[in-house]
């Protein structure tokens, strides 16, 4: 099947701890995202890639770290420096940047409870 | 400062009736606006895809609307189901710099 996997879809952590959240497609996409959504909020941006080994800083990236070795793969580490880390996160790809009118292909989130 | 707001905030409808979700933009350049539905707990699913060009596109019973000039947006919904209870998001991208705003959404019921 083809598509956009996020895990875990529960998550708990105690605060201070870093913890990891995993982003994987099989949709040979080149670029990849985060987001952030908070009750009663639209979407915001974390970080973002549009190819291989490149990634940048999105609205609100402080106390979060990505990496994009891999293509298919954009992990996202909310770091102990992440002060309200609570929230329902969302990981998406496209083609190509956005302005490109590509389609954008969301995960299945991934909610994230600090303890 | 580029910004979308969606109106209703939250809107419950009958069975089989049809409404219209509203999103108004400041964003420029505009490159595109897209429509999105997202059920509880869930990804947002698109639904649509206009650029300046499309005034109209359809995706089975929703119906997109753009007006560029007046920098507004509608999704009509026909003949509701109770699976199109969920949430909808107006989510305009920037041309210059390929920033992607969201707005916050239009949470809508549909009651049997």
């Known amino acids: 099947d083809g598509g956009i996997t996020q895990s875990p879809k529960y998550l708990f952590r105690k605060e201070g701890q870093n913890v990891t959240l995993s982003c994987e497609q099989n949709l040979n996409h080149d670029a990849m995202y985060w987001y952030r959504q908070d009750p009663g909020q639209g979407l915001r941006l974390i970080y973002y890639s549009h190819i291989v080994n490149d990634f940048q800083k999105g609205d609100i990236a402080e106390g979060y770290s990505v990496s994009r070795e891999k293509k298919e793969s954009f992990p996202l580490t909310v770091t102990s420096a992440q002060k309200n880390p609570t929230a329902f996160y969302l990981c998406a790809s496209s083609t190509a940047r956005q302005s490109y009118n590509t389609e954008a292909f969301f995960g299945q989130g991934t909610r994230l409870t600090v303890v | ?112």
């Open chain 2, 1 to 112: 400062k580029n910004q979308v707001e969606q109106s209703p905030q939250s809107l419950i409808i009958l069975e089989g009736k049809n409404c219209t979700l509203q999103c108004n933009y400041t964003v420029s350049p505009f490159s595109n606006l897209r429509w999105y539905k997202q059920d509880t707990g869930r990804g947002p699913v698109s639904l649509t895809i206009m650029t300046f060009s499309e005034n109209t596109k359809s995706n089975g019973r929703y119906t997109a609307t753009l007006d560029a000039d007046t920098k507004q947006s509608s999704l009509h919904i026909t003949a509701s189901q109770l699976s199109d209870s969920a949430s909808y998001i107006c989510v305009v991208t920037e041309n210059r710099d390929d920033k992607i705003i969201f707005g916050k959404g239009t949470r809508l019921h549909i009651l049997p």
